[in-house]
């Protein structure tokens, strides 16, 4: 018969290897090895044939057996026998977990859906810095220094660079992108802009705008009014009318603002429109010649529109909010009720 020794050998490998398929294998194991008539019983039983001086050294090797098969046993016990008396550990029954899922901002909400209707003419996104130089924000726009038009808006300046503004408008993109980009292009420039004023319902000293730049051999101011007229059926429906009213930019010549009929009142009249039946949307015009050759640009060769429209200003209408402040101000109770339309 083989030595105490050689079993104990023998069954630590086996209990070494063993892993068990479910509750009946490790139950299977515990008999075979700790049960009343198991085998860490009988190599017990064993002892008595061990010669007395040898017998402190089989104790010691019985009990780290022992010991072996017990930690085997208990390492499987949790995982089968809890599951066997409580039931799966998880429901997979019960409803899981909502996560909170957040929405998009409703401003991001407008300009993301402006930008998708311009890429539908083949316009692609760029973008510029909100720190600008005097040249991209006013001198390359045909704006020198001291020009009466640098007043029309209020401007940040940098107080380490008095050559640095906050950008006062999208525009800067405009130039940017003429600058750096070989023609023909066909731009769409949204991004937030600064201006110095004082925050109220209606005026915010940052907002944001969606500036559109198309420069090619014969563009003419009938492609910046076909585009624009697209624009706006999509954004507003179909029975959206449009109207331009000469204006002027320094950078634009000639130059015009946009209305759309009330999309409110469809005319009749309403506060959004303060009784007019139409409301302002956008800047727009042809780029001015001045502005061209700044950039090293034939003015006789090519030419181009450009438009500039504040999102805060489409998200107004689309969606009636009446006070600029509440873009900014982080409230969910407001944020939450926007969805893309
Ligand atoms: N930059 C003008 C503004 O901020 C808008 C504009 C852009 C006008 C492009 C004409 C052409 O008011």
Partial sequence: MASLQEQIQTYEVEIKAFSPADATDLENFRIRFLGTKGIVKQLSGEMKSVPPELRKEAGQLLNAFKQLAEEKFESFKEQYQSGQSKGPAVDITLPGTPLPIGTRHPLRIVENEMVSIFEKLGFSVAT???????????????????????????????????????????????????ETQPLPVRVICPGRVYRNETISARAHCFFHQCEGLYVD?????????????????????????????????????????????????????????????????????????????????????????????????????????????????????????????
Avoid at 129 to 140: L, Q, R
Avoid at 225 to 245: I, P, S
Avoid at 287 to 309: C, E, Q
């Fill in 128 to 178: 510029g810095p909100e720190i600008e130089d005097d040249w991209h924000n006013f001198t390359s726009l045909n704006m020198p220094d001291h020009h009466p038009a640098r007043d029309m808006q209020d401007t940040f300046y940098v107080s380490q660079n008095p050559d640095w503004v906050l950008r006062t408008h999208t525009s800067s993109v405009q130039a940017r992108i003429l």
């Fill in 217 to 341: 051999k014969n563009v003419s101011f009938a492609d910046l009014k076909q585009t624009l007229y697209y624009f706006v059926t999509e954004m507003f429906g179909a029975d959206t009318k449009v109207r331009f009213r000469p204006s002027y930019f320094p950078f634009t010549e000639p130059s015009a603002e946009m209305d759309i009929s009330c999309t409110v009142c469809g005319g009749k009249g309403c506060n959004l429109c303060k009784h007019t039946g139409w409301v302002e949307i956008l800047g727009c015009g042809m780029v001015h010649p001045n502005m061209l050759r700044n950039f090293g640009i034939d003015p006789d060769v090519y030419t181009g529109f450009a438009f500039g429209m504040g999102v805060e200003r489409i998200t107004q209408i689309k969606f009636q909010v009446n006070d600029l402040r509440l873009y900014s101000q982080n409230d969910v109770r407001f944020l939450r009720q926007f969805q893309a339309l």
